[in-house]
């Protein structure tokens, strides 16, 4: 029979489950401080040793044979089969870090063990960053910068990237995830862009609550000043933008994506890059492009090497979450952000 054990335990004065940390060295440094490791020495027990990096020395299978939670970041191992064995009290994984992919495997929800993510902190740097490059994009101010080092005499090359918008731009958000929804709220609350969103899966309540328009791909491309990608990479999302897509954009677009680079077709990218499409990349395919590549030599790119997401002190915004899910289920409350295996399919 398989084992359910995913309910938090019953409410009433907190326990103190026996907890393990189980990440990189890297973040287990970066993400966990004094103040972290203070508040979660006072919310479980910890044993020796309190973080691992691996998961199949003797010792560290020692304490996974004791434990009842993991809390993960990036680094951690996969957890299934002999990790899972040596695991029987397990009972929550608590990711202080975005998407479980990495290291959860069905075999984890089949055990009934609880899953959360702290993606929805991660979301808000991505969020600010995106709202950053839209309202830049819109007055095309990276691409003037870049033209100011080539024009130093005068102010003549202002025209060239055609007469600024500054009111009213359609943005075009692709994916109505955590950070598309954040994205959306962004630009209500500090600019009058008309917002159009494309999601299959969006509830139309939810994305008019939001101040934005649902619609299709095919209808919102033509109407884009700017297209911001912030759907999940899955098989079915693989290269959604391509060159018809790009094509049906109109002269002066700018295209952003902070996501995955596999949601785009990088040689359709490069076409239309070519032919003038301006672009903002956080991500790319593959990571870092290959030196060859013309995206590194066209004035109306901007290239930056994966830092829309949580860097440095913001990561610990994610310790924090996962932290909070560790009291409420110690609490016996329901978790803030949990995965299941069929919330995790439409999921980064």
Not at 198 to 211: F, K, L, Q, R, S
């Amino acid at each position: 029979m398989t084992e359910r054990n995913s309910v938090p335990p019953s409410r009433g004065t907190p326990r103190r489950p026996e907890t393990m940390l189980v990440m990189g060295e890297k973040w287990l440094h970066t993400q966990f401080g004094a103040a972290e490791l203070a508040r979660l020495a006072a919310a479980a027990t910890l044993g020796d040793p309190v973080a691992v990096t691996e998961l199949s020395s003797p010792a560290a299978r020692a304490r996974l044979a004791a434990v009842e939670v993991l809390i993960t970041s990036w680094g951690c191992p996969l957890l299934e089969g002999d990790v899972l064995r040596h695991a029987l009290r397990l009972r929550a994984v608590l990711h202080a870090a975005g998407s479980v992919r990495g290291h959860v495997s069905q075999a984890v929800f089949d055990r009934g063990i609880l899953v959360t993510t702290a993606a929805d902190a991660n979301a808000e740097p991505v969020a600010r960053y995106t709202l950053a490059a839209i309202l830049w994009a819109v007055k095309k101010v990276p691409f003037l910068a870049a033209d100011a080092r080539l024009h130093r005499d005068d102010w003549g090359y202002r025209q060239l990237r055609g007469e600024p918008r500054g009111t009213s731009p359609a943005v075009v958000l692709v994916g109505f995830s955590r950070v598309g929804r954040k994205v959306a709220r962004l630009l209500k609350l500090t600019s009058d862009a008309e917002v159009l969103v494309v999601d299959p899966y969006a509830d139309p309540a939810a994305v008019a609550a939001a101040g934005a328009e649902l619609v299709t791909l095919a209808d919102a491309l033509p109407r884009a000043d700017v297209l911001s990608l912030h759907a999940p990479a899955l098989p079915e999302t693989r290269h959604m933008i391509g060159a018809a897509e790009l094509a049906a954009l109109p002269p002066g677009a700018t295209f952003i994506n902070t996501a995955r680079g596999a949601l785009v077709d990088h040689a359709a990218l490069e076409k239309a890059c070519q032919a003038g499409l301006y672009a903002i990349l956080d991500v790319t395919e593959p990571e870092p492009l290959p030196r060859t590549s013309v995206l590194y030599e066209l004035p109306n790119v901007i290239l930056t090497p994966h830092v829309a997401g949580s860097l440095g002190a913001e990561t610990r915004l994610m310790a924090a979450s996962a932290l909070t899910e560790l009291e409420r289920y110690a609490a016996g409350l329901p978790p803030l952000a949990p995965v299941t295996a069929e919330s995790l399919k439409l999921q980064a």
